[in-house]
């Protein structure tokens, strides 16, 4: 590895262009330091977002050499190829605030719209539901659950970018999870949310979302498990 | 693509698989021996299976031709809403009343 990096970094809005900074090479160095390194030293106005800085919050997804990831995940040494250039970009299919920062509000406006929110029922329950962790609804559902909502498989997904109103993976796999909540009363009115034009069934099976989950979640697989219900309901006649 | 397209699109696209085999292997061998047309229509007339068969495989192409390109130009063009759904109606009536036409033609007594 050379003693400096080349950074490109976005600056601005939609209309903006790269800014490049040399930033010197340091020991596992990630992503996140570098733009830190940045805006600390050599432009204050840099605009970007982090909290955590160890993978738990998900707010530092950022598009890295042309890929989403979660920059405070990222070594640098890992995703410039024994080069020295690394180029920054807000993640994709999100309106850019400013520089590396993206507005999330319709991504989180579509997890309501998938109905991705447990419905108790309208009656207080009497005692704590059992819910086997070997069951098979309990093994889905686990299977989605661990879902940060960073936006990285939103960004990737090629369908979103060609349709703003589809609900996304993250939607999905996040109502995919209720579908499978054993206490959940509302499943007819979540099957009918995410089985519009804009929902599961616009999905291409292109597996970016899977490819580039950082926490290995397979969004692909519970979209799958939605149309698969989609489908039940039809033949069963309750669509 | 709603619940109810997504579901016909996928069982017609079960019997198109088998039927457009079966279809192609059948072309294909009875011209090897080279028969004419007329040969062709001498044997098929009347011919109450093929009938049947055909009548299924245009019924599930006019079910399954209009939904993909539904999809097609949801997806690519900015053609959306009701004027779109009807015109896909009219083109599966349309392949539907030409391929029921061609096989009265054609298995017809």
């Known amino acids: 590895m050379t003693e400096t990096l080349n950074v490109e970094i976005w600056r601005g809005d939609e209309k903006g262009q790269f800014q490049s900074f040399a930033i010197p090479t340091r020991p596992h160095q990630t992503v996140l330091d570098v733009v830190t390194e940045v805006q600390r030293e050599h432009d204050a106005t840099l605009s970007y977002r982090f909290a955590c800085r160890v993978g738990m919050c998900g707010s530092c997804a950022m598009v890295v050499n042309g890929r989403p990831r979660w920059t405070c995940r990222t070594r640098v040494n890992a995703v410039i190829g024994g080069g020295n250039h690394l180029r920054l970009e807000p993640l994709r299919n999100f309106t850019i605030v400013k520089d590396l920062a993206v507005e999330m509000t319709q991504f989180f406006d579509k997890w309501k719209e998938a109905h991705g929110y447990f419905e108790p029922g309208p009656h207080e329950k009497s005692d704590f539901a059992v819910v086997s962790p070997q069951s098979r609804e309990r093994q889905a559902a686990d299977a989605g659950i661990e879902c940060i909502g960073c936006g990285v498989c939103y960004s990737a997904c090629d369908v979103v970018g060609w349709n703003k109103d589809y609900l996304g993976p993250a939607a999905l796999n996040r109502a995919w999870t209720l579908m499978n909540d054993v206490r959940d009363f509302d499943q007819a009115a979540r099957l009918d949310a995410v089985s519009g034009d804009d929902g599961c069934q616009a999905c291409h099976t292109h597996m970016s979302c899977t490819t580039f989950c950082p926490k290995a979640i397979a969004p692909t697989y519970s979209i799958a498990g939605l149309k698969r219900a989609a489908v039940i309901g039809v033949l069963r006649g309750a669509r | ?109």
Not at chain 2, 28 to 55: E, K, P, Q, S
Not at chain 2, 62 to 74: D, E, K, Q, T
């Open chain 2, 1 to 109: 693509m709603n619940a109810r397209f997504f579901a016909a699109q996928r069982i017609t696209a079960f019997v198109l698989a088998f039927a457009v085999v079966i279809h192609l292997t059948t072309i294909i061998y009875a011209v090897r021996g080279g028969l004419t047309a007329a040969d062709i229509l001498a044997r098929t007339h009347g011919n109450t299976g093929l009938a049947l068969f055909y009548g299924v495989f245009v019924i599930a192409v006019a079910i399954h031709a209009p939904i993909g390109l539904r999809n097609v130009l949801r997806e690519w063009s900015a053609w959306h809403g009701r004027t779109l759904d009807t015109s896909l109606a009219f083109l599966a009536l349309l392949l539907l009343v030409l391929g029921l036409r061609a096989v009265t033609a054609v298995f017809g007594s």
